[in-house]
């Protein structure tokens, strides 16, 4: 009996190993998405913030260089990673909701941050759907919770990010996460063999 006993011990052990396990992968998603090229758009100005037609000719600020990268595929691979990572989260999450050796305090945390994923999930896909029809550049959203606070990067493949845009990507992330200007940020990327905007 002592044995049994040890064994269902070690799993519980492995389980919460694996919450843990996972409570770093996003911390250090957020950590990786975040670029050096990030811009924080808490200090757009609210006259951009009602967001002139993406066709309009504007003298709105431009925001440095983006970040230069030399892979073609970097958004499909980038949603790929981002797609097979959640995937495996989420069914890691689920082996622990449905193992019986799991205790309901376990499972009730996992199906906790099951459902939390889930949502993440859907802002990050609403969040690049809205970008790539107004703006009509290729995006990526990553939404992390770090230290109890949320946080969002959209990057997006454009060769000069000016306040217009920033102002445009900053109303769509702020309709569908409710964040403060403070936690949002975005990363203009261009890739190398790609000719200038023009």
Sequence with gaps: MKKLNFIIG???IMITALLFILSIAAFLNWQFATGDQAITVMDVP???N????PNEESNSQKYGEPELVSNNNYFTVAKLNKKTANDEN???LNKIIKSNNSTEEQREKATKQAMKHIERCEKETSIENQVMGKLSKNCIAYLDQNDDQEKLNVHIQIENLDTKNVAIIKNIAQDVTKLNASNITITPVALRNKQPER
Excluded: F
Aim: proline fraction near 0%; hydrophobic fraction near 15%; avoid cysteine.
């Design 10 to 12: 070690k799993r519980q």
């Design 46 to 48: 609210e006259e951009t």
């Design 50 to 53: 009602k967001a002139n037609s």
């Design 90 to 92: 989420l069914e890691n």
